[in-house]
């Protein structure tokens, strides 16, 4: 049990190292935020990338994502990415990234596969391999390190002890990966977001390569990106049968500041700019909330499936059942009968297309 430092509730669902409740993040948020910052802050430090995204008047600046970061001399972006060198940014560029990958039979546990061509053979035979799901088929899993948000309850956190020691790869060496089995590439991370440039000329590449051959271009992410960027993106994943999988973490700025120490207002103009493109055979996008005990189920599953509703009720929307993890490891597993309701709440909001993924962590 941990006791709210404002309210000084008492509850099992409320984070030892947040130390405030839902209520108070909503009710009295400036004095929630200040608390909830301590808690990044140290989550970051343990890693040696900055505590905000720097704003140096003098700086070099960076808009690659809703941070926009203005990096001081010697000093390092909030995604640990790029360092100003004498005046100009080193680290990662449009043709080096810092970046793993693994080759994953089709079907996959991926957050769409349950509407994507991968696992549904929807949009056969122009986007997808076989009728039904693609056996025999690969997705190239292409997991960047390094992310434009500090969720304190992220699933792969550990991606932040490579952000500064993983050697740099070229485009060449990811797009030597892509094979005739390859019928699918999929960005996530950590999150695409602070290294489009080369997942886009990569993505670009590939697809030249298989010469009109199905190859689908797939997003996992937080939504962040440079807007320009983002409309770059939906082009590949469009035109290839793709799809972009857009985390909405939280509707509630706040609340969403809180869990991730950023905004939300890029994430959520960039998802109503595709939304308003939404295709629905294959579907072009699909959105995913992780339900985080005390601070994310049916409020703000509600809020989340008016919002998608209100654009198009046909985009796909996944809720994911919560891991226990990284700062927010002391929380306990979601159980069934929330997940059950906020599947009944989203429904009820006018959504066509929802379902609950990773059931196997439900209790």
């Known amino acids: 049990m941990t006791e709210c430092r404002l309210c000084n509730k008492l509850n099992s669902t409320i984070s030892k190292e947040l130390k405030v409740c839902l209520r108070c993040i909503k009710d009295r948020p400036k004095e929630a935020l200040s608390i909830a910052k301590e808690a990044h802050r140290r989550s970051r430090i343990l890693f040696g990338l900055p505590t905000e995204p720097p704003k140096d008047t003098n700086g070099v600046p960076c808009n690659l994502c809703v941070n926009e970061c203005v990096i ?13 060198r004498d005046g100009s940014l080193i680290g990662v560029t449009p043709t080096l990234g810092k970046l793993s990958w693994y080759h994953d039979p089709l079907p996959t546990n991926c957050v769409g596969d349950w509407v994507c061509p991968g696992g549904t053979g929807i949009g056969f035979p122009q986007y997808a391999y ?3 799901a693609e056996y025999g088929y690969k997705n190239l899993a292409v997991f960047f390190h390094a992310c ?3 969720c304190l309850f992220c699933q792969n956190w550990h991606f932040k002890k490579e952000t500064f020691n993983l ?10 990966a892509v094979n005739r089995f390859t019928s699918c590439i999929c960005y996530f991370g950590g999150d695409p977001a602070p290294q489009l440039p080369f997942a886009i000329r990569a993505a670009k590449l590939a ?11 797939c997003w996992e992410t937080n939504g962040s990106m440079n807007t320009a960027l983002l409309h770059e993106m939906y082009l590949l994943s469009n035109d290839s049968g793709g799809c972009i999988k857009f985390d909405l973490k939280a509707l509630d700025e706040n609340l969403h500041i809180a869990l991730t120490d950023i905004t939300n ?5 960039n998802f109503k700019m595709i939304a308003e493109k939404f295709k ?6 699909i959105a995913n909330t992780l339900l985080i005990p005390g601070y994310v189920e049916k409020e703000e599953v509600e809020k989340i499936a008016e ?5 198009n009720p046909d985009i796909p929307y996944s809720i994911l059942a919560f891991y226990p993890h990284f700062f927010m490891s002391d929380l306990p597993f979601i159980k069934k009968e929330v997940a059950d309701e906020c599947l009944k709440i989203a429904k009820s909001k006018g959504l066509n297309n929802v379902r609950i993924g990773n059931i196997h962590l439900l209790r």
């Open 280 to 285: 629905k055979s294959p579907p072009n996008l």
């Open 130 to 132: 076989t009728q039904g």
């Open 148 to 150: 434009s948000f500090n």
């Open 72 to 84: 001081p001399e010697n000093g390092i972006s909030y995604c640990g990415l790029r360092e100003n």
């Open 167 to 176: 050697p740099t790869v070229t485009i060449e060496d990811l797009v030597l």
């Open 265 to 269: 207002k890029r994430t959520l103009a």
């Open 207 to 217: 697809l030249e390569r298989k010469n009109g051959k199905i190859l689908r271009i």
């Open 307 to 311: 919002f998608i509703a209100s654009i």
